[in-house]
């Protein structure tokens, strides 16, 4: 798991006094990210780069501009050069918002799907799920 701290700012607010839903997909964007350059080898990080394919938000409570954030993000599933993540935001420990997504690994020169190594996808995984990979 990563936890990824959630800084909110004035123009994530909407007019109706929340984050604008469409900010959580930027803050899973970055979360998502920001565990994979944490935890990927230097190297796999300068030849990868990573692209959204699917968000489904599930959004349970309002977040408000003074809120004190965070998303703990879980790799759920590796499938050729597919990823499942799993994102949860959350003030505390109230969740308010779970976010499933799929997510497709590119090499970086020619920008093509590429399957991670094992012992990459090991990073990431438990060791019961890499019999799948």
Same mark, same amino acid.
């Given at each position: 798991m990563?936890?990824?701290?959630?800084?909110?700012?004035?123009?994530?607010?909407?007019?109706?006094?929340?984050?604008n839903?469409?900010?959580?997909?930027?803050?899973?964007?970055?979360?998502?990210?920001?565990?994979?350059?944490?935890?990927?080898?230097?190297?796999a990080?300068?030849?990868?780069?990573?692209?959204?394919?699917?968000?489904?938000?599930?959004?349970?409570?309002?977040t408000?501009?003074?809120?004190?954030?965070?998303?703990?993000?879980? =790799?759920?599933?590796?499938?050729? #050069? %597919?990823?499942?993540?799993?994102? *949860?935001? !959350?003030?505390?420990?109230?969740?308010?918002? &779970?976010?499933?997504?799929?997510?497709?690994?590119?090499? =970086?020169?020619?920008l093509?799907? #590429? %399957?991670?190594?094992?012992?990459? *996808?090991? !990073?990431?995984?438990?060791?019961?799920?890499? &019999?799948?990979?």
């Amino acid at each position: 798991m990563h936890r990824y701290a959630i800084g909110i700012q004035p123009a994530d607010i909407d007019h109706m006094g929340h984050v604008n839903n469409s900010v959580y997909l930027k803050w899973v964007q970055d979360a998502v990210v920001q565990y994979w350059e944490k935890v990927a080898p230097t190297d796999a990080v300068a030849k990868h780069l990573w692209v959204a394919l699917k968000h489904e938000i599930s959004y349970r409570r309002p977040t408000f501009l003074d809120d004190a954030v965070f998303a703990d993000v879980v =790799a759920e599933q590796v499938q050729g #050069a %597919r990823a499942l993540f799993t994102t *949860v935001i !959350r003030r505390g420990e109230e969740v308010l918002a &779970e976010v499933k997504s799929t997510w497709c690994c590119l090499d =970086a020169a020619s920008l093509r799907p #590429a %399957r991670l190594a094992k012992d990459i *996808v090991s !990073r990431f995984l438990p060791p019961a799920s890499l &019999e799948q990979v």
